[in-house]
């Protein structure tokens, strides 16, 4: 029977360490970090994500605030306001919550924000920082699939690595993540010809498609390490991952549930950022590694 890895706790670990941190760089730099989540329109499940988003800020001692626009604003008028908090230098972190209304390009809103307040990591600058293996802010679903892996204690080197998807926000940049930890990864993807086949390899599978129940349990290596990162609503209304957890639970040593698994180190990576923005802005010469000791000492249970 697999190993439940629970993202709650794993999170809740990670931003009580932040907690405790925060008071004392206040202390030290007169200021809390912040983070200004800009939601356009008013969709219901951005919104929820959104109020998260903050509230987890919130409740953690980051100055995280909301600024709600109307679905009708111009991309013009949006790019303005980016430009404005930019400039600001009480502003640490810009996120711009996606997808954007269909009369705005993406690509044009995501590379207005500043590469260094960039905390989704999503910024062309930060993507192909993170590609060139020079600093960067690494997108945070990919980061916190790393640190549920860790939990596990289990090398990542030198061990076959499956990503499942491709897509810019998980699939790639989490496949680059796992090199940067010396596995070999594999990308899988729809035009792959046996699926099986290829997952099968895996001592670590990512799967982060979009559907639920592409990998069951005869497509896992006994013992692997499974990290589902799909996150849909099915037919009966229920949230679901990509992966049959109960039959999968019997092949593979370690997984994640949907929900608890993935989605809690989404956020709490996306304060790690916040955190590592504040510190780049405060101190040119941060050391930011003293941050990810604290982290990793938490994780583990060292502190
Ligand atoms: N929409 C869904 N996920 C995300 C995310 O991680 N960042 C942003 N900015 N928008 C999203």
């Known amino acids: ?88 230098p009480l502003i640490d972190g810009i996120l711009v919550q996606l997808p954007l209304p269909a009369h705005m390009n993406e690509e044009r809103v995501v590379d207005a924000v500043a590469k260094n307040k960039d905390v989704d990591g999503f910024h062309t600058l930060n993507v192909g920082a993170l590609w060139q293996g020079t600093h960067c802010i690494a997108p945070c679903t990919p980061k916190g699939i790393i640190q549920l892996i860790k939990t596990t204690e289990i090398p990542i080197s030198g061990k076959t690595a499956v990503v499942v998807g491709r897509s810019n926000i998980v699939g790639k940049p989490v496949a680059k993540l796992l090199l940067d930890e010396n596995a070999t990864v594999i990308m899988a993807h729809s035009y792959t010809e046996d699926l099986k086949k290829i997952t099968l390899l895996a001592d670590i599978l990512i799967v982060a498609v979009g559907k639920e129940k592409i990998i069951t349990a005869d497509m896992i290596k006994p013992g692997a390490i499974v990290i589902d990162v799909g996150n849909t609503y099915n037919t009966e209304g229920k949230l679901v991952g990509d992966v049959d957890f109960e039959g999968a639970c019997e092949v593979a040593g370690y997984i994640t549930p949907v929900p608890g698994g993935v989605g809690p180190l989404t956020i709490a990576m996306l304060m790690i950022n916040t955190m590592e923005c504040f510190l780049s802005h405060v101190e040119a010469n941060t050391d930011v590694s003293k941050l990810w000791d604290n982290i990793t000492n938490a994780r583990s249970g060292k502190d």
């Not at 706790?9 to 912040?34: D, F």
């Open 1 to 88: 029977m697999a190993n439940i890895i629970n993202g709650k706790t794993v999170a809740a670990k990670i931003k009580n360490t932040i907690k405790e941190q925060i008071p004392l760089l206040e202390h030290q730099y007169g200021r809390r970090p912040s983070l200004c989540v800009i939601m356009v329109g008013n969709d219901s499940a951005n919104q929820g994500y959104v109020r998260n988003k903050v509230q987890t800020g919130l409740s953690i001692g980051i100055d995280a605030r909301l600024m709600a626009l109307e679905d009708n604003i111009s991309e013009a008028e949006l790019l303005k306001i980016i430009h404005v908090l930019n400039e600001d």
